[in-house]
């Protein structure tokens, strides 16, 4: 019958012990966790061999770990990757465990010989060809050592100057959303989109004028008592005229008391502003309210100084004008608040600056009269991030065609420019100006191959025939009193200064 413990990573020999005590004879298979800390020492497969041999059982145990199986067989037990190899197998091998080396011989257990060993004297002969051989060795390993020193230990430093041209070269970038790669050759580059709300409020002064009513018509109208008491008729009675499709209403300005079957005049102003006041003679004939029964009216006079006044309102042209400049206004501040979504080598062009979405508010109406006008906006404004890195690529490859022969670029200045309109397609097009300084190419290792083992006064020579040089090289030898060049290369420096 064979019997499967599956351990866990905190359980310990004591665990393991009372496992297989419960499973007693048989065979039982010992499954470990990779974190278990069992077997780790030689000690726990002897104890776990021991007492399986106590129980009479027969123990295989199970890991992943190929390491903690081989230190398992090590032990003497035999050790499989999984539970279905072991339970497959049909006698499980004992590993049989390498013998121990015996501990090496303590110093005071070996022999010491108290007498050396006797020297057989040479002949004089021998002495002399010892003598001449050791003597010959000095010389030869003196001369090597001195060869030796003579081709590694001198060194030499070649500073060379080639001559310089300045390389001009100007090239259209075109930056593109949709773009995912840089074609240096074919000048375009990938850009992305970065955009944000911005909210501001601009007033201006209107210039537009607007016709309003100014002033209330007055005048007298007389009132005739219908009854035979007095009446007394308050301020603010309502007086008005009956003919065409509004009628023109007139409010008294004082009390007046109208004798019996009398007469009695009195002030009126008109209840609205403008020309409509300036009433006829005759006009008004009608009383408002419950004196209309007792009371006549009539004026005999026109009523006058209603009018009509210019005054400042709002104009088509004043809203449109305080859009336009606050909309030039958000652009900028849309230019420098987008400046934080870019990262550290990015730029971002004028030209690229869209408005996606516009809400726009004002707090006066057309034709309103008023000398100021408030716009409200809120803008939608994205723009495309260019890596400056890209286009300066676009720009050195261009310097790098238009290098003279035998040149190499040593130097670049880069200036991006402004583009002149906005992008169209999600592609923009901007100029890149690069003014580069060109070097004769000077290949340090020909330099080395060239001067080796040369006088100063030959390498120099050389090396003025061989590059355009802007100066004579200098050359340094170190130690100072050695008239030649190393013969490796290896300790020669050369330097291109350019």
Known sequence: MTHIISLQPDDDLAVLRYRLRQARNGRVIIVLPWETRLFSNPLDGERVRREAERLGAEVAVVSEDPDR??????????????????????????????PL???????????????????????????????????????????????FAYAVVPRATITLVPTVETVRATVTVSAGLETQAVDAAGGQIPARRVGDYFVGSLE??????????????????LFTNMLGQEILVPARTVVRTSAGAFPVRFATTQDVTV????????PIEALEEGPAGNVGAGLINQVEGVAALALRVINPEPTRGGGLQEVRAVSQEDMDRAREQLTARQLEEAYQGLQEYLEPNEVLFRQSLEIQAREVSYNRFLYERADTLQVYMKLLVTGMAVDRDNAEAVAYAALVRRLPP?????????????????????VIA?????????????????VRQIVRGKTIAQAAELLASQWPLAQPPQIQVWPRWLPNLPLLPLRITVQVTP
């Not at 004798?259 to 009195?266: D, K």
Request: glycine fraction near 8%.
């Open 69 to 98: 199986r081989a230190y398992v067989r090590w032990t003497g037990l035999p050790a499989f990757a999984s539970v279905e190899e072991a339970e497959a197998a049909q006698r499980w091998p004992r590993p049989e465990r390498p």
């Open 101 to 147: 080396e015996p501990p090496p011989r303590a110093w005071w257990e070996e022999e010491i010989p108290l007498r050396p060993p006797p020297v057989r004297p040479l002949p004089p002969w021998a002495r002399n060809v010892r003598l001449g051989a050791r003597l010959a060795v000095f010389f030869a390993t003196l001369l090597v050592l001195l060869a």
């Open 204 to 221: 201006v002064e209107t210039t537009g004028t607007a016709a309003y009513e100014s002033g209330r018509a007055t005048g007298t109208v």
């Open 259 to 266: 004798p019996p079957f009398g007469q009695a005049p009195a």
């Open 406 to 426: 035998g040149h190499v670029l040593v130097d670049a200045a880069f200036e991006i420019r402004e583009p002149t309109a906005g992008p169209e397609g999600g």
């Open 430 to 446: 901007f100029s890149v100006s690069a003014v580069g300084t060109a070097a004769a190419e000077v290949d340090p290792q020909a």
